[in-house]
C-alpha cells in the first residue's frame, strides 16, 4: 500500500512564499508522474503543477513564472515551492503519485491572507 505525508501548509500574507513537501512511502522511481492539485471552496480540484518521470515539468497558466515543482529522487519526495502567493491561491493543496493508479496525499491547507 502507497502512501503519501504532505507537509508545508500554512497562513502567508500576500506576496510571502511557501514550500509543500509529498513523500511517498514507495520507490519514487516506480511512478510515471508526481504533481499537485488544489481545490477551493466551491471550486473544482485543479491541476497546479506536474512532473513526470523524464523530468518534463506543466504548470497551470495561474501560477507560471511563481511556482516550481520539483523531485527529490533519494528522498523519494517532490516539493512545490510556491513564491509571490496570491489569495487567489488559497485553497487545499493535494500530491499524488501515479503509476497504473493514482496515489493522493491527506492535503495541505494553503491561506494567503493579510
Known amino acids: 500500500q502507497v502512501q503519501l505525508v504532505e507537509s508545508g501548509g500554512g497562513l502567508v500574507q500576500p506576496g510571502g512564499s511557501l514550500r509543500l513537501s509529498c513523500a511517498t512511502s514507495?520507490?519514487?522511481?516506480?511512478?510515471?508522474?508526481m504533481g499537485w492539485y488544489r481545490q477551493a471552496p466551491g471550486n473544482e480540484r485543479e491541476l497546479v503543477a506536474d512532473?513526470?518521470?523524464?523530468?518534463?515539468?506543466n504548470y497551470a497558466d495561474s501560477v507560471k513564472g511563481r511556482f516550481t515543482i520539483s523531485r527529490d529522487n533519494a528522498k523519494n519526495t517532490v516539493y512545490l515551492q510556491m513564491n509571490s502567493l496570491k489569495p487567489e491561491d488559497t485553497a487545499v493543496y493535494y500530491c499524488?503519485?501515479?503509476?497504473?493508479?493514482?496515489?493522493w496525499g491527506q492535503g495541505t491547507q494553503v491561506t494567503v491572507s493579510s
Open positions: 499524488y503519485f501515479s503509476r497504473v493508479l493514482w496515489y
Open positions: 512532473i513526470n518521470s523524464g523530468g518534463n515539468t
Open positions: 514507495g520507490s519514487i522511481f516506480s511512478f510515471n508522474a
